[in-house]
């Protein structure tokens, strides 16, 4: 089993055209050879620093937001095989790619990871 995560920054406005788009991937996915499981997680954008803002003393550092001015989306994916992540890509998945461009930033990543947590 591999672990695959892909980020990405939705431009602001179209937070739910990003959503609708991962979300209208799932019979795909389901139907594809090697697929487990998939977590698509949308931020609650600027929750984090205003959290942190009220909690901060007047002589603690502000450190203000960082990254893009964007909403930030995180998609975790369990598949058998590296291979089978990537056929998938190749496939359903890239012919849609255009849908998606439009409504996101250029920042991005996606990459496959190991489990490396205390059992």
Do not use: C
């Not at 939705?10 to 389901?30: C, H, I, W």
């Not at 929750?47 to 964007?70: C, F, I, N, W, Y």
């Amino acid at each position: 089993m591999v672990i695959y995560v892909a980020t990405v920054w939705a431009k602001p406005g179209s937070e739910e055209a990003v959503s609708t788009f991962y979300r209208d991937l799932e019979p795909l996915m389901r139907a594809a050879p090697g697929f487990r499981s998939r977590k698509i997680l949308r931020a609650r954008a600027g929750s984090m620093a205003a959290a942190v803002r009220r909690l901060r003393t007047a002589t603690e550092p502000d450190h203000g937001d960082h990254g893009p001015k964007g909403t930030h989306f995180v998609m975790v994916e369990e598949w058998d095989s590296i291979e089978q992540r990537l056929t998938f890509s190749k496939s359903a998945s890239a012919a849609r790619g255009k849908e998606l461009y439009q409504h996101i930033l250029p920042e991005h990543s996606h990459e496959f990871y190991e489990d490396v947590s205390p059992n």
